[in-house]
């Protein structure tokens, strides 16, 4: 068990590493367009509001390749994971395609919510910057799930930890005008966003001969899109992305709900979301590397080994959510200040955190969870536990505590609430499938085979 331990925490390591770097592009993004003016700041955040859910749909359709390709290594039959990987490069470019196309016709959601024009402007000048990058940004994410797969996580950290400088620089060019360069604000920051993407595949396609790649036939052949292998990654995939992309989007909703409120409550949910995802990156990695352990030993047949895999990560990411619990309840008043100075944001955040601190127990229990079920391949399942727990839960219970509909008027404190209700139904149901998928032969080896 300790050599597992260690197998884990060399697989997730690179992998949380990696998930810092992009909050650092986020947070990069959201300061130097907010130093420049509290308008652009609000139209790229609306922007992100619009292309990041979007991102996660088709993004997330293509993660499944990372359990694919560690099943394939379990089963000790590299030579098809460069086949299949091929055919994610063919989905990659269509749905690159689609985002591409799907970003830069926005509008109506913005006007439907009416947002001000002028931020509309800003927002829609981003997004059609913004969107040249994204049939770069598929096709990489393509390849990287590939490289996680096959148990190669240090190339993506070192690529995203590349990427984080450039992206500053590009922003404080392309943002203020400088060099000679015009002085384009938000816009800038699309562009910046653009260019940090096709960044992104360059470096990794200049990587792309390292021998643990090419033992897998990846370069040996030119194949055009195929029907069965393409079919396979959409049944594992699909409800991965959607799963991704409802969670996001509940989200979404719940900013824009909260902005009826009042300035106030709008900043301490952007604190205490800021907070929450930064906790989150280190249960949703360790998910991700449970993946590939439990996608290796399914490919090897070793059911026991999966299981135990599983066993593990729970016990470890369950003591995770204990210690976030206590720095959240303990940091409850300090932490705050780091992000505002207005003694009511802060007071209001302190309180919220105490309800985001209970959260953490289910909220990152139940991402190990949907991780280890991806590395048996058992996503449409944990679809529907998380839609019902987002969708058919905590939106319906955060609108009545939030907004006072049947009663007290909580304010953001009843959005949070229903957000926890939620995923401690999201955490027990995705446990108790944990269980049974674990313990069911002939359920993994039918996931096994699609």
């Given at each position: 068990?300790?050599?597992?331990?260690?197998?884990?925490?060399?697989?997730?390591?690179?992998?949380?590493?990696?998930?810092?770097?992009?909050?650092?592009?986020?947070?990069?993004?959201?300061?130097m367009?907010?130093?420049?003016?509290?308008?652009?700041?609000?139209?790229?955040?609306?922007?992100?509001?619009?292309?990041?859910?979007?991102?996660?749909?088709?993004?997330?359709v293509?993660?499944?390749?990372?359990?694919?390709?560690?099943q394939?290594?379990g089963?000790?039959?590299?030579?098809?994971?460069?086949?299949?990987?091929?055919?994610?490069?063919?989905?990659a470019?269509?749905?690159?395609?689609?985002?591409?196309?799907?970003?830069?016709?926005?509008?109506?959601?913005?006007?439907?919510?009416?947002?001000?024009?002028?931020?509309?402007?800003?927002?829609?000048?981003?997004?059609?910057?913004?969107?040249?990058?994204?049939?770069?940004?598929?096709?990489?994410?393509?390849?990287?799930?590939?490289?996680?797969?096959?148990?190669?996580?240090?190339?993506?950290?070192?690529?995203?930890?590349?990427?984080?400088?450039?992206?500053?620089a590009?922003?404080?060019?392309?943002?203020?005008?400088?060099?000679?360069?015009?002085e384009?604000?938000?816009?800038?920051?699309?562009?910046?966003?653009?260019?940090?993407?096709?960044?992104?595949?360059?470096?990794?396609?200049?990587?792309?001969?390292?021998?643990?790649?090419?033992?897998t036939?990846?370069?040996?052949?030119?194949?055009?899109?195929?029907?069965?292998?393409?079919?396979?990654?959409?049944?594992?995939?699909?409800?991965?992305?959607?799963?991704?992309?409802?969670?996001?989007?509940?989200?979404?909703?719940?900013?824009?709900?909260?902005?009826?409120?009042?300035?106030?409550?709008?900043?301490?949910?952007?604190?205490?979301?800021?907070?929450?995802?930064?906790?989150?990156?280190?249960?949703?990695?360790?998910g991700?590397?449970?993946?590939?352990?439990?996608?290796?030993?399914?490919?090897?047949?070793?059911?026991?080994?999966?299981?135990q895999?599983?066993?593990?990560?729970?016990?470890?990411?369950?003591?995770?959510?204990?210690?976030?619990?206590?720095?959240?309840?303990?940091?409850?008043?300090?932490?705050?200040?780091?992000?505002?100075?207005?003694?009511?944001?802060?007071?209001?955040?302190?309180?919220?955190?105490?309800?985001?601190?209970?959260?953490?127990?289910?909220?990152?229990?139940?991402?190990?969870?949907?991780?280890?079920?991806?590395?048996?391949?058992?996503?449409?399942?944990?679809?529907?536990?998380?839609?019902?727990?987002?969708?058919?839960?905590?939106?319906?219970?955060?609108?009545?505590?939030?907004?006072?509909?049947?009663?007290?008027?909580?304010?953001?404190?009843?959005?949070?609430?229903?957000?926890?209700?939620?995923?401690?139904?999201?955490a027990?149901?995705?446990?108790?499938?944990?269980?049974?998928?674990?313990?069911?032969?002939?359920?993994?080896?039918?996931?096994?085979?699609?």
């Open positions: 068990m300790n050599a597992e331990f260690r197998k884990l925490a060399r697989l997730s390591g690179p992998m949380i590493a990696t998930q810092f770097f992009i909050m650092g592009m986020g947070f990069v993004d959201t300061a367009s907010g130093q420049y003016s509290s308008l652009d700041l609000a139209g790229v955040a609306l922007g992100g509001v619009i292309l990041w859910p979007l991102f996660m749909l088709f993004s997330g293509l993660t499944a390749l990372t359990p694919m390709v560690a394939a290594v089963s000790e039959n590299r030579t098809s994971v460069g086949p299949l990987i091929r055919q994610g490069a063919w989905i470019l269509i749905f690159g395609g689609m985002l591409f196309t799907l970003v830069r016709f926005a509008e109506p959601i913005f006007v439907l919510f009416q947002v001000p024009d002028d931020v509309i402007v800003i927002a829609m000048a981003y997004l059609s910057a913004a969107s040249w990058g994204l049939p770069a940004v598929v096709l990489y994410v393509t390849l990287r799930y590939a490289c996680e797969g096959l148990g190669q996580t240090v190339l993506p950290m070192l690529i995203a930890g590349s990427t984080l400088p450039v992206n500053a590009l922003n404080y060019v392309l943002i203020y005008g400088v060099f000679g360069l015009p384009l604000g938000g816009e800038g920051c699309g562009w910046a966003t653009a260019i940090t993407m096709w960044f992104e595949l360059s470096v990794m396609l200049l990587v792309i001969k390292r021998p643990w790649l090419l033992d036939g990846l370069l040996d052949r030119f194949d055009w899109p195929r029907f069965d292998p393409m079919s396979s990654i959409f049944r594992v995939g699909v409800p991965i992305g959607l799963t991704l992309f409802l969670e996001m989007t509940v989200f979404a909703l719940i900013s824009l709900l909260v902005g009826s409120i009042g300035v106030t409550a709008i900043g301490a949910n952007t604190i205490a979301g800021n907070l929450n995802w930064f906790v989150f990156v280190i249960p949703m990695s360790l991700s590397a449970a993946s590939i352990r439990v996608g290796f030993y399914v490919g090897a047949k070793d059911y026991q080994a999966a299981a895999v599983a066993r593990l990560t729970i016990f470890v990411s369950a003591a995770y959510a204990f210690l976030a619990f206590a720095v959240l309840i303990l940091g409850r008043d300090d932490l705050p200040k780091i992000y505002s100075s207005d003694a009511e944001v802060v007071a209001l955040t302190a309180d919220l955190l105490l309800i985001v601190a209970c959260y953490q127990l289910f909220d990152c229990t139940q991402a190990t969870l949907i991780g280890i079920l991806r590395g048996y391949k058992d996503t449409k399942i944990p679809m529907f536990i998380s839609w019902s727990g987002y969708w058919l839960l905590a939106l319906p219970v955060g609108l009545i505590l939030g907004w006072g509909l049947l009663g007290p008027n909580w304010g953001v404190l009843g959005f949070w609430v229903g957000l926890g209700l939620g995923v401690a139904w999201i027990g149901f995705a446990l108790l499938r944990v269980i049974q998928t674990s313990k069911n032969v002939e359920r993994i080896e039918r996931f096994a085979a699609v």
